[in-house]
């Protein structure tokens, strides 16, 4: 049962992240308008002033009656959630992207099934054909095909990539314009509530403001807290301030310097780094987490073959007899590179195949430049392994937000059912409900035991088998 | 011994089907991998990642649904004992 017990330890981690940001709203609620969660206080009592949005907010609240309490537990675990599922779907989205412009799959990430793993292997290929047939002016010409066609493939990964970036910076931008939409919409029925309502649920406008809400949670990470009269300020899993009674603060979102940049509240704060939850959350990872080591090592792997090809073809001795001239065209820093790399020559006879001193038939610089192909250029590896572990890295990312994805809709379905079966049913509709999940979750313990006994015996036969 | 399962799809499953407290779906699941156990059906070989991927989300799953009906049990005993008004 070793691996259940670390499966369940590893979900334990896990779900600590969330458990804590849970508590936070939780508490919000509770400390807002009902100490009495925990029935120690079960009255209102008055409430402090407090910082929302980096600006102290008063809440006079002396009285009133929890009444929609148990509703927004549960309603915002199920918009917590949401915010988490949804930035895990697209997150998963940009990442499947990525995969796709590599060629990879859920099952290989082997750089033979890539347009780039095939064009560098062929590159140093064409190397050693080179090296065996130094003379002849078809093997020359071969070399410089594939370098084009490595720098065409370093273009066009380049390109797809900077395509995949700028089509998630203008969904963040989409996005924002959605949130800024329903902010309105919720402060408009802050100020309607505390109006009609400031002390007793507001039934439809409630429901309202509660739907606005849910579909917010679709876009973006959200602290609630209820203040006086009914109402909900808002403010993001950062503390930008969104909702304060009947203001809204709507998000500034522009391009600065190729980044997205999203300012909050009256004094347009920046709040791009740390913003999570939701589409824009997921959006941002994407572009502020995933995206970065791909590009990089992309352009690594670029610089690193066009620099030592570059230095080992001016080692040698073209066919003109002169020393050999860069066969790339790339930068001085490696940033950039894939995009930029470029042929340098289109003379086959300046590849310099000789060494110096043996004449330009010579083929000692052509061993020397087909030999780069196992030598350690890149990242203190090889191009390939480089290439392999790189895209290894995709693959895996791509799996992981795959698995999270998964994991945050499946329990986001489980707490829609349980909303969605708790209101408006009698008690004993309740209880048989709770009976069934407790069956349910005790039928999916059960299974999980017997699936870890099979896995484990199949581990130990390492081969298909039947366990008995 | 034609018929076959693949763990990492009996995990997934059964993680479904506990978000959606589907007592039959997890049913059927059980009499399936005890028929495993016994020998009566093949369990197709896979990556182990696949496994333990699926392993993660039933786990984090069955984590979520403790934690949650002990929400829900508390919620019910302040309703039962009429702590909120409705």
């Known amino acids: 049962m070793g691996s259940l017990i670390s499966a369940i330890n590893i979900a334990q981690e896990a779900l600590a992240a969330d458990q804590s940001a849970l508590n936070i709203t939780a508490n919000n609620v509770a400390n807002q308008n009902t100490p009495g969660y925990t029935r120690e206080t079960p009255n209102f009592s008055t409430q402090d002033t407090y910082l929302l949005g980096g600006y102290e907010q008063s809440d006079g609240v002396t009285s009133g009656t929890p009444t929609s309490i148990r509703d927004r537990v549960l309603e915002q675990r199920v918009e917590q959630q949401t915010q988490v599922s949804s930035q895990a779907s697209t997150l998963e989205t940009a990442l499947n992207s990525v995969q796709d412009i590599f060629g990879l799959t859920a099952s290989s990430t082997s750089t033979t099934v890539t347009a780039l793993g095939t064009a560098v292997d062929s590159f140093f290929s064409s190397l050693t054909d080179l090296a065996n047939n130094p003379s002849q002016s078809a093997t020359r010409q071969e070399v410089l095909s594939a370098a084009g066609n490595l720098a065409t493939a370093f273009n066009t990964s380049s390109t797809q990539l900077t395509s995949i970036t700028n089509g998630l910076n203008n969904d963040a931008l989409t996005i924002v314009g959605q949130v800024n939409s329903l902010l309105g919409n919720i402060a408009s029925l802050n100020e309607k509530i505390a109006v009609q309502s400031p002390n007793t649920d507001a039934g439809v406008l409630e429901d309202q403001r509660q739907e606005a809400i849910a579909q917010l949670s679709q876009y973006i990470g959200l602290d609630q807290i209820t203040t006086s009269n009914n109402g909900i300020d808002l403010t993001t899993s950062n503390d930008g301030l969104l909702v304060a009674g009947n203001l809204s603060y709507p998000l500034n979102a522009s391009i600065v310097g190729g980044a997205v940049q999203i300012t909050a509240g009256p004094n347009n704060t920046d709040i791009s780094t740390g913003l999570t939850g939701g589409s824009l959350g997921g959006t941002l990872a994407a572009l502020d987490t995933s995206l970065p080591p791909i590009v990089s090592n992309l352009d690594t792997l670029a610089y690193s073959i066009a620099t030592a090809v570059n230095a080992q073809n001016a080692l040698g001795v073209d066919a003109y007899g002169n020393t050999g001239a860069a066969l790339f065209t790339i930068g001085t820093t490696s940033t950039g590179a894939a995009g930029t790399i470029a042929l340098a020559v289109t003379d086959p006879n300046l590849v310099a195949a000789a060494g110096g001193g043996e004449g330009s038939s010579g083929n000692t610089n052509a061993t020397a430049l087909a030999n780069l192909a196992t030598a350690n250029i890149a990242g203190g590896t090889t191009a390939d392994a480089y290439l392999a572990s790189s895209l290894a890295q995709i693959g895996q990312a791509a799996a992981d937000a795959s698995t999270n994805s998964t994991l945050q809709s499946t329990t986001l379905s489980q707490l829609t059912t349980q909303r969605d079966t708790l209101s408006g049913v009698s008690l004993d509709e309740e209880a048989a409900n709770l009976t069934e999940y407790q069956r349910s979750y005790q039928a999916a313990s059960q299974l999980f035991s017997i699936i870890d006994t099979l896995f484990a015996s199949a581990l130990d036969f390492g081969v298909v088998t039947s366990v008995s | ?86």
């Open chain 2, 1 to 86: 011994m034609a018929e076959k399962v693949k763990l990492s799809e009996a995990l997934e499953r059964t993680a479904a089907a506990l978000a959606m407290f589907d007592g039959d779906a997890l049913e059927e699941l059980t009499a399936r991998l005890n028929a495993a156990a016994e020998g009566q059906v093949e369990i197709e070989r896979e990556p182990v990642e696949a496994i333990k991927a699926r392993q993660r989300i039933l786990a984090e799953v069955l984590t979520a649904t403790e934690q949650s009906i002990d929400l829900l049990r508390r919620l019910r005993e302040r309703k039962a004992k009429n702590e909120w008004a409705h």
